[in-house]
């Protein structure tokens, strides 16, 4: 009887051990190369604010764009071309020396309206309307376009894998 009491006993213990193994080894898999300090989504929500404005000051720096979006990113366009990181930084680093040679009009300038920002753990939607101000028009002209980008946070930070953008015309009522 006794024999059955210490193999019931190792069995609990050895059992015990090897689920919390195993739990440790589900969130260490789970959270992948997610950064390990706790965030809160009204952080969440200041960060990706912050980035989205600093990234449209700073649109025609290659070096934002390498920072913003993420490697595997796909990005659909107003005009519904489907493009890579890779394409778009080449893209502005084409437009940087157009503009620094003088071959190229003056940069748009862009800003952003009613954002908004859902949290989802290490994943976060954003969802704003792009505001492009004409460069050389005579009076303001503005284009508007509603922009959707899921971002992933990484050891990088945040960083956009998915990105919609939608011209919205001229005549719709905002």
Same mark, same amino acid.
């Given at each position: #009887? $006794? %024999?059955?009491?210490?193999?019931?006993?190792?069995?609990?213990?050895? &059992?015990?051990? /090897?689920?919390?193994?195993?739990?440790? /080894?589900?969130?260490?898999? +789970?959270?992948?190369? +997610? @950064?390990?300090?706790? +965030?809160?989504?009204? !952080? !969440?929500?200041?960060?990706?604010?912050?980035?989205? %404005?600093?990234?449209?000051?700073?649109?025609? !720096?290659?070096? #934002?764009? #390498?920072?913003?979006?993420? !490697?595997?990113?796909?990005?659909? &366009?107003?005009?519904?071309?489907?493009?890579?990181?890779?394409?778009?930084?080449?893209? =502005?680093? =084409?437009?940087?020396?157009?503009?620094?040679?003088?071959?190229?009009?003056? *940069?748009? %300038?862009?800003?952003?309206?009613?954002?908004? =920002?859902?949290?989802?753990?290490?994943?976060?939607? @954003?969802?704003?309307?792009?505001?492009? +101000?004409?460069?050389?028009?005579?009076?303001?002209?503005?284009?508007?376009? $509603?922009?959707?980008?899921?971002?992933?946070?990484?050891?990088?930070?945040?960083?956009?894998?998915?990105?919609?953008?939608?011209?919205? *015309?001229?005549?719709? %009522? $905002?």
């Amino acid at each position: #009887m $006794r %024999k059955i009491f210490q193999w019931a006993a190792l069995f609990l213990v050895t &059992s015990g051990l /090897t689920t919390a193994a195993m739990a440790q /080894t589900s969130v260490r898999s +789970h959270s992948g190369s +997610h @950064i390990a300090h706790p +965030h809160t989504l009204r !952080d !969440d929500a200041t960060q990706l604010t912050s980035l989205l %404005k600093e990234f449209l000051d700073n649109v025609n !720096d290659p070096v #934002m764009h #390498m920072r913003f979006w993420a !490697d595997d990113l796909i990005y659909v &366009s107003s005009a519904g071309t489907v493009r890579t990181k890779a394409a778009i930084v080449n893209a =502005v680093r =084409v437009e940087a020396v157009q503009a620094a040679s003088g071959k190229a009009l003056p *940069p748009e %300038k862009y800003s952003a309206e009613e954002i908004t =920002v859902r949290s989802y753990g290490p994943l976060a939607v @954003i969802n704003f309307t792009l505001v492009a +101000h004409e460069p050389e028009a005579a009076t303001e002209k503005l284009r508007r376009y $509603r922009n959707s980008g899921v971002f992933q946070l990484n050891a990088d930070g945040w960083q956009a894998i998915s990105w919609q953008s939608t011209a919205i *015309p001229e005549t719709a %009522k $905002r």
